[in-house]
């Protein structure tokens, strides 16, 4: 499988880790963008140094993947920035209303917002995860004009259903729903009735 993993400026790094290490573990092969913010957000939530170079941010959050490709966010040569590309599926994980805004819009700052706009017109599965709360009426009717242009809007919002004794098990839970999401087989989190 080969998936697009948008990165932008909302808290929530430690999903979009987890999803790339299980993606990777699934052997999917990954395209990787982050926007400025979402640098940032990496830095900060994951190695607690938000100053860290955008290029020591993404290397160390790709490190040892040979499955990841990186690319910059006005790379519009990458595959992504065209509908001819093979591409099973794009995530933006964790994904800023700024950017749920844009891509709503039909506007293309960047290749995260410019492969949600691939995904939309090709009829390719599309996960948007955002992590903001509360919602204003701006941002649910953006959402519901995603979802009805067939967007997927996964919530960074875990269920304690089953008995969390860690964040870890509660990031886990997020993921393991993108991962269903995408297709991908995962025991993340004991399935419910089971």
């Known amino acids: 499988m080969h998936v697009f993993l948008g990165i932008t400026g909302a808290s929530g790094a430690p999903y979009a880790a987890r999803l790339l290490a299980d993606l990777v573990a699934a052997g999917c092969q990954v395209g990787v963008c982050a926007s400025g913010a979402?640098?940032?957000v990496l830095?900060?939530?994951l190695y607690g140094e938000p100053d860290l170079a955008r290029g020591d941010v993404l290397s160390r959050f790709t490190d040892g993947m040979?499955?990841?490709t990186v690319y910059e966010p006005d790379d519009y040569r990458a595959p992504y920035a065209s509908g001819s590309a093979r591409v099973d599926a794009y995530v933006i994980c964790p994904c800023s209303m700024a950017t749920v805004g844009t891509i709503a819009a039909g506007a293309m700052d960047n290749l995260v917002h410019?492969?949600?706009s691939v995904a939309i017109k090709e009829g390719r599965r599309l996960v948007l995860v955002p992590r903001e709360t509360p919602l204003s009426a701006i941002h649910l009717?953006?959402?519901l004009r995603l979802r009805n242009a067939g967007a997927v809007i996964l919530f960074a919002a875990?269920?304690?259903y089953?008995?969390?004794e860690s964040v870890d098990d509660l990031v886990n839970f997020v993921v393991g729903r993108c991962l269903d999401q995408l297709?991908?087989?995962n025991e993340r989190v004991a399935r419910w009735g089971r």
């Open 38 to 40: 979402g640098v940032q």
């Open 43 to 45: 830095a900060t939530e």
């Open 66 to 68: 040979d499955a990841v």
């Open 114 to 116: 410019r492969a949600a």
């Open 141 to 143: 009717e953006t959402m």
């Open 158 to 160: 875990p269920g304690f």
């Open 162 to 164: 089953h008995s969390p």
């Open 183 to 185: 297709g991908i087989e």
